[in-house]
């Protein structure tokens, strides 16, 4: 359930345009996912609640787009070269690691609401599903939980204070928020346990308040995710995290075919202070000895 935007410099792959493209609709998209989840909740209020599910299916499903695109795009620019997560152990546990957690999470979720609205709507032939929507629909929000925690584990060591503010704001939220489902999904299965429904009567009171105070804060960190990518697509490269141990070389000798004699960085820094040229000057001709002579001789 975590949107990841990595403020590593490798994320800026594709041209320019497209890239600001793509990342502007993916976190629009996780923004109106979390409005379309919290209507979902909102009819579990009204007479159509089984209608609510569907609505909660589509929002489950345009995070899963969102996540699975955040994978990619921490993969893609690495060229698919997981032998770099050896140099650098934060490409593992976290621009990896966070999206297929909330990937699964949200997967597993998704799997646990079908299988209710199944149950819904056709009646008794489902029941046997009862017990695997409950299980989960707590395992879902445990994945979104170590998703968060890894995500809060992204540490820079050169990136802008600016871009690492927005990220501290990015995540606290989603953190809070998957708290929440997981709290929530807790009491709801220890409720279930206790007395027997089928059905919509398996989404108790307390999952619907509690899911509906994690979607705000879901939203909170969209918008906030929002503000980070225009700030870091109007920014600088310089200003972003690299690879560490490195794996940025080891991706440069992979991409040339040899190792650069300069690092990246070496040739940014000479191309924006150029060397001082240095001032030749000129020295004179030594004399030969039997020039000096000569002029002794006629003086």
Excluded at 63 to 70: P, R, S, Y
Excluded at 124 to 134: I, Q, R, S, V
Excluded at 267 to 273: F, G, M, P
Aim: proline share 4%.
């Amino acid at each position: 359930m975590v949107k990841l935007a990595s403020a590593r410099d490798f994320r800026t792959y594709g041209p320019g345009l497209t890239r600001n493209r793509y990342e502007y609709i993916n976190a629009g998209l996780y923004l109106f996912s979390t409005v379309v989840l919290s209507c979902g909740f909102a009819s579990q209020f009204s007479s159509e609640a089984s209608s609510g599910l569907v609505v909660f299916l589509i929002a489950l499903g345009l995070m899963l787009i969102v996540n699975f695109h955040d994978l990619m795009a921490h993969l893609v620019p690495i060229d698919f070269r997981f032998q770099l997560m050896a140099f650098d152990p934060q490409l593992a546990f976290v621009e990896f690691a966070v999206p297929l957690f909330n990937m699964l999470g949200t997967l597993l979720t998704f799997l646990a609401v079908f299988f209710i609205f199944l149950q819904e709507e056709k009646g008794h032939g489902y029941f046997k599903l009862e017990k695997h929507a409950l299980n989960m629909l707590v395992a879902g929000p445990v994945l979104w939980v170590v998703g968060s925690i890894h995500n809060s584990c992204q540490i820079y060591e050169r990136a802008d204070g600016h871009v690492q503010i927005l990220q501290q704001c990015v995540y606290i939220p989603f953190l809070m928020g998957s708290m929440l489902f997981m709290i929530s999904s807790c009491l709801n299965y220890i409720e279930q346990s206790r007395v027997i429904h089928h059905g919509l009567g398996l989404l108790g009171r307390d999952w619907i308040w509690l899911g509906i105070s994690g979607t705000i804060f879901f939203f909170i960190g969209g918008l906030i995710n929002v503000v980070k990518v225009f700030k870091m697509q109007q920014m600088n490269g310089m200003r972003l995290e690299k690879l560490r141990g490195g794996a940025q070389e080891q991706l440069i000798r992979a991409r040339e075919g040899h190792v650069p004699l300069l690092s990246e960085h070496h040739q940014i820094r000479i191309r924006h202070n150029p060397p001082p040229e240095e001032t030749k000057v000129s020295k004179p001709l030594p004399t030969p000895y039997k020039d000096v002579l000569l002029g002794q001789t006629r003086s």
